[in-house]
């Protein structure tokens, strides 16, 4: 599994022209911590998450810039809404918002659930892109 790139930025070629174009005002790309990365999209794949790393990883930039605790009321790299993450925890057994790992495997399995081009999920970030 690749890690992000040590200097990346929403002009490299590993972001889609989509994806870059919706979130190319939003953020800059904010390199994760290698293990924070490695651990969410190991929790991911083995909760078999369904779309390509690179669209989860610029999804979780846009909405934490890779920051586990960031400010707020939403919980988490992925941002769930604390009913959702409730949902989502009592599905999968992984209780911890905080770890990279159960952040993954929620991620996989909440994306599943909904329609990626609907406002279910992730409003700003998730359905904005170009799936």
Same mark, same amino acid.
């Given at each position: 599994?690749? %890690?992000? +790139?040590?200097?990346?930025? *929403?002009? /490299?070629?590993?972001? /889609?022209?989509? =994806?870059?174009?919706? *979130?190319?005002?939003?953020? +800059?790309?904010?390199?994760?911590? @290698? #293990?924070?990365? &490695? ?16 669209? =989860? #990883? ?10 586990? /605790? +960031? +400010?707020?009321?939403? *919980? ?7 009913? @959702?993450?409730?949902?989502? %925890? ?9 770890? $990279?790992?159960?952040? !993954?495997?929620?991620?996989? &399995?909440? %994306?599943?659930? =909904? #329609? $990626?081009? %609907?406002?279910? !999920? ?6 904005? =892109? #170009?799936?």
């Amino acid at each position: 599994m690749p %890690s992000p +790139p040590e200097n990346a930025s *929403l002009g /490299d070629a590993r972001v /889609d022209p989509p =994806i870059r174009g919706v *979130l190319q005002a939003v953020l +800059p790309y904010v390199t994760a911590p @290698t #293990d924070t990365y &490695t651990q969410f999209f190991e929790g991911y794949f083995a909760a078999e998450g369904q779309y390509p790393e690179e669209r =989860i #990883d610029v999804m979780i930039q846009c909405e934490s810039s890779w920051r586990i /605790d +960031p +400010p707020g009321s939403h *919980l988490g790299l992925s941002q769930f809404e604390v009913g @959702t993450w409730a949902t989502v %925890s009592k599905i999968t057994g992984y209780t911890d918002w905080r770890d $990279p790992f159960s952040q !993954g495997v929620a991620v996989a &399995t909440w %994306s599943a659930m =909904i #329609d $990626p081009g %609907s406002r279910a !999920g992730w409003p700003n970030c998730f359905s904005a =892109i #170009d799936w």
